[in-house]
Protein backbone atom coordinates (compact mmCIF):
# COMPACT_ATOMS: atom_id res chain seq x y z
CA UNK A 1 0.00 0.00 0.00
CA UNK A 2 0.88 3.47 -0.45
CA UNK A 3 3.29 4.96 2.69
CA UNK A 4 3.98 8.05 4.03
CA UNK A 5 7.43 8.62 5.73
CA UNK A 6 8.27 10.82 8.74
CA UNK A 7 11.27 12.02 9.28
CA UNK A 8 12.76 12.06 12.44
CA UNK A 9 10.88 9.91 14.60
CA UNK A 10 12.26 11.81 17.40
CA UNK A 11 13.68 15.25 18.55
CA UNK A 12 14.98 16.64 21.39
CA UNK A 13 15.68 20.80 21.22
CA UNK A 14 16.62 23.60 23.51
CA UNK A 15 13.92 26.03 23.79
CA UNK A 16 14.67 28.32 21.39
CA UNK A 17 16.02 26.38 18.52
CA UNK A 18 13.76 26.02 15.58
CA UNK A 19 12.76 22.06 14.20
CA UNK A 20 12.04 20.90 10.87
CA UNK A 21 10.09 17.87 10.50
CA UNK A 22 9.90 16.12 6.96
CA UNK A 23 6.48 14.19 5.67
CA UNK A 24 7.09 12.83 2.48
CA UNK A 25 4.73 10.56 0.31
CA UNK A 26 6.88 7.81 -1.03
CA UNK A 27 5.30 6.13 -3.59
CA UNK A 28 2.39 8.19 -4.74
CA UNK A 29 1.88 12.63 -5.33
CA UNK A 30 -0.20 14.36 -2.56
CA UNK A 31 -0.99 17.67 -3.67
CA UNK A 32 -2.84 18.07 -0.10
CA UNK A 33 -1.24 17.32 3.02
CA UNK A 34 -2.65 17.34 6.77
CA UNK A 35 -0.37 18.40 9.73
CA UNK A 36 -1.59 16.96 13.45
CA UNK A 37 -0.65 17.23 16.40
CA UNK A 38 -1.44 14.53 18.91
CA UNK A 39 -0.79 15.45 23.03
CA UNK A 40 -1.13 12.21 25.11
CA UNK A 41 -3.94 10.61 25.53
CA UNK A 42 -6.14 12.92 23.42
CA UNK A 43 -7.32 13.04 19.86
CA UNK A 44 -5.31 14.19 16.63
CA UNK A 45 -6.01 18.07 16.14
CA UNK A 46 -5.67 19.47 12.89
CA UNK A 47 -3.25 21.98 12.98
CA UNK A 48 -2.99 22.81 9.26
CA UNK A 49 -3.06 21.87 5.27
CA UNK A 50 -0.55 21.93 3.59
CA UNK A 51 -0.96 22.70 -0.61
CA UNK A 52 1.56 22.13 -2.68
CA UNK A 53 2.77 25.18 -4.42
CA UNK A 54 0.62 27.47 -2.66
CA UNK A 55 0.18 28.86 1.57
CA UNK A 56 -1.01 26.37 3.83
CA UNK A 57 -4.29 26.66 5.58
CA UNK A 58 -3.94 27.22 9.26
CA UNK A 59 -6.55 26.12 11.94
CA UNK A 60 -8.00 28.52 14.32
CA UNK A 61 -5.89 29.39 17.00
CA UNK A 62 -2.43 27.76 15.38
CA UNK A 63 0.21 30.16 14.83
CA UNK A 64 1.19 30.49 11.22
CA UNK A 65 4.33 32.16 12.29
CA UNK A 66 5.55 29.76 14.81
CA UNK A 67 4.49 26.42 12.80
CA UNK A 68 5.94 26.98 9.05
CA UNK A 69 4.44 24.97 6.53
CA UNK A 70 6.18 24.15 3.01
CA UNK A 71 5.26 22.05 0.21
CA UNK A 72 7.53 22.93 -2.43
CA UNK A 73 6.97 19.48 -4.60
CA UNK A 74 4.01 16.66 -4.89
CA UNK A 75 6.04 14.47 -2.21
CA UNK A 76 7.41 16.47 0.60
CA UNK A 77 5.85 18.83 3.00
CA UNK A 78 7.70 20.32 5.92
CA UNK A 79 6.88 21.48 9.47
CA UNK A 80 9.15 23.39 11.15
CA UNK A 81 8.44 24.89 14.72
CA UNK A 82 9.93 28.01 15.39
CA UNK A 83 11.40 29.44 18.60
CA UNK A 84 10.30 26.51 20.26
CA UNK A 85 9.26 26.14 24.28
CA UNK A 86 8.49 23.60 26.38
CA UNK A 87 4.52 23.95 25.76
CA UNK A 88 5.18 22.77 22.09
CA UNK A 89 6.61 19.46 22.89
CA UNK A 90 4.11 17.15 21.21
CA UNK A 91 3.66 14.39 18.77
CA UNK A 92 3.23 15.20 15.51
CA UNK A 93 1.79 13.51 12.97
CA UNK A 94 1.27 13.89 8.96
CA UNK A 95 -0.91 12.60 6.22
CA UNK A 96 -1.85 12.03 2.60
CA UNK A 97 -4.72 10.77 0.89
CA UNK A 98 -4.00 8.09 -1.30
CA UNK A 99 -6.70 6.10 -1.75
CA UNK A 100 -7.54 6.49 2.18
CA UNK A 101 -5.57 8.81 4.38
CA UNK A 102 -2.15 7.65 5.37
CA UNK A 103 -0.37 9.09 8.30
CA UNK A 104 3.31 8.91 8.70
CA UNK A 105 5.00 7.54 12.00
CA UNK A 106 4.56 10.57 13.76
CA UNK A 107 7.54 12.69 15.45
CA UNK A 108 7.66 12.63 19.33
CA UNK A 109 9.21 16.53 19.95
CA UNK A 110 10.58 17.36 23.09
CA UNK A 111 11.23 20.58 24.17
CA UNK A 112 13.70 21.25 26.79
CA UNK B 1 -16.97 23.05 10.82
CA UNK B 2 -17.62 19.65 11.77
CA UNK B 3 -17.84 18.28 15.76
CA UNK B 4 -17.19 14.87 16.12
CA UNK B 5 -18.72 13.18 19.18
CA UNK B 6 -17.01 9.45 20.64
CA UNK B 7 -18.20 7.35 23.40
CA UNK B 8 -17.02 5.62 25.66
CA UNK B 9 -14.04 7.21 26.21
CA UNK B 10 -12.23 4.28 27.99
CA UNK B 11 -13.84 0.56 27.39
CA UNK B 12 -12.67 -2.53 28.90
CA UNK B 13 -14.10 -5.98 27.35
CA UNK B 14 -13.36 -9.66 28.95
CA UNK B 15 -11.94 -11.33 25.80
CA UNK B 16 -14.28 -13.33 23.64
CA UNK B 17 -16.86 -10.47 24.10
CA UNK B 18 -17.55 -7.87 21.59
CA UNK B 19 -17.06 -3.96 22.11
CA UNK B 20 -18.76 -1.19 20.63
CA UNK B 21 -18.02 2.38 20.30
CA UNK B 22 -20.39 5.14 18.76
CA UNK B 23 -19.69 8.36 17.35
CA UNK B 24 -22.13 11.08 16.07
CA UNK B 25 -21.08 13.97 13.73
CA UNK B 26 -22.68 17.35 12.98
CA UNK B 27 -22.30 18.21 9.67
CA UNK B 28 -24.92 16.52 7.29
CA UNK B 29 -23.13 16.67 4.73
CA UNK B 30 -20.08 14.13 5.96
CA UNK B 31 -19.94 11.01 3.59
CA UNK B 32 -16.95 9.17 4.78
CA UNK B 33 -16.82 7.83 7.94
CA UNK B 34 -13.18 5.90 8.78
CA UNK B 35 -12.25 4.47 12.00
CA UNK B 36 -8.28 3.87 13.18
CA UNK B 37 -6.94 2.19 15.89
CA UNK B 38 -3.71 3.31 17.19
CA UNK B 39 -0.83 1.37 19.53
CA UNK B 40 0.69 3.65 22.18
CA UNK B 41 3.53 5.73 20.50
CA UNK B 42 2.53 4.96 16.86
CA UNK B 43 0.64 5.97 13.76
CA UNK B 44 -3.18 5.68 13.11
CA UNK B 45 -4.12 2.67 10.62
CA UNK B 46 -7.63 2.35 9.08
CA UNK B 47 -9.61 -0.31 9.80
CA UNK B 48 -12.30 -0.09 8.21
CA UNK B 49 -14.80 2.88 6.91
CA UNK B 50 -18.10 3.10 5.06
CA UNK B 51 -19.39 5.95 2.46
CA UNK B 52 -22.90 7.38 2.97
CA UNK B 53 -24.52 5.31 0.56
CA UNK B 54 -23.55 2.20 2.36
CA UNK B 55 -25.75 1.53 5.58
CA UNK B 56 -23.00 -1.32 7.18
CA UNK B 57 -19.78 -2.87 6.40
CA UNK B 58 -18.46 -5.91 7.55
CA UNK B 59 -14.76 -7.22 7.40
CA UNK B 60 -13.94 -10.28 9.51
CA UNK B 61 -14.57 -9.54 13.24
CA UNK B 62 -14.66 -6.08 12.53
CA UNK B 63 -18.11 -4.00 11.09
CA UNK B 64 -19.46 -0.37 11.25
CA UNK B 65 -23.20 0.74 10.69
CA UNK B 66 -24.01 4.20 9.62
CA UNK B 67 -27.25 6.14 10.35
CA UNK B 68 -27.30 8.97 8.20
CA UNK B 69 -30.53 10.19 9.53
CA UNK B 70 -29.78 10.48 13.04
CA UNK B 71 -26.23 11.00 12.39
CA UNK B 72 -24.27 8.17 13.86
CA UNK B 73 -22.12 5.54 13.39
CA UNK B 74 -20.77 2.86 15.11
CA UNK B 75 -17.50 0.49 15.59
CA UNK B 76 -18.65 -3.25 16.41
CA UNK B 77 -15.66 -5.85 16.95
CA UNK B 78 -16.74 -9.27 17.81
CA UNK B 79 -14.69 -11.97 19.24
CA UNK B 80 -12.31 -9.34 20.82
CA UNK B 81 -8.57 -10.67 21.31
CA UNK B 82 -5.48 -9.15 23.73
CA UNK B 83 -4.44 -7.54 20.42
CA UNK B 84 -7.41 -5.62 19.99
CA UNK B 85 -6.31 -3.50 23.00
CA UNK B 86 -5.20 -0.13 21.65
CA UNK B 87 -7.15 3.72 21.22
CA UNK B 88 -9.78 3.81 18.44
CA UNK B 89 -10.96 7.07 16.96
CA UNK B 90 -13.75 7.32 14.22
CA UNK B 91 -13.45 10.56 12.25
CA UNK B 92 -15.53 12.19 9.55
CA UNK B 93 -15.33 14.02 6.17
CA UNK B 94 -16.60 15.28 2.77
CA UNK B 95 -15.30 14.37 0.05
CA UNK B 96 -15.78 16.13 -3.00
CA UNK B 97 -13.70 18.74 -4.97
CA UNK B 98 -9.95 17.69 -3.53
CA UNK B 99 -11.62 17.50 0.09
CA UNK B 100 -10.52 15.17 2.05
CA UNK B 101 -10.26 16.97 5.67
CA UNK B 102 -10.88 14.66 8.25
CA UNK B 103 -12.25 15.18 11.78
CA UNK B 104 -11.50 12.98 14.78
CA UNK B 105 -13.71 12.08 17.41
CA UNK B 106 -11.47 11.83 21.09
CA UNK B 107 -11.00 8.50 20.68
CA UNK B 108 -12.03 5.41 22.99
CA UNK B 109 -9.01 2.94 24.60
CA UNK B 110 -10.09 0.08 24.40
CA UNK B 111 -8.62 -2.76 26.96
CA UNK B 112 -9.64 -6.73 26.58
CA UNK B 113 -8.87 -8.74 29.45
CA UNK B 114 -7.21 -11.97 29.34
Known amino acids: GAVVSQHPSRVICKSGTSVKIECRSL??????MFWYRQFPKQSLMLMAT?????????EQGVEKDKFLINHASLTLSTLTVTSAHPEDSSFYIC????????FGQGTRLTVV | GENVEQHPSTLSVQEGDSAVIKCTYSDSASNYFPWYKQELGKRPQLIIDIRSNVGEKKDQRIAVTLNKTAKHFSLHITETQPEDSAVYFC?????????????FGKGTKLSVIP
Open chain 2, 91 to 103: AASWEGAGSYQLT
Open chain 1, 95 to 102: SARYTEAF
Open chain 1, 27 to 32: DFQATT
Open chain 1, 50 to 58: SNEGSKATY
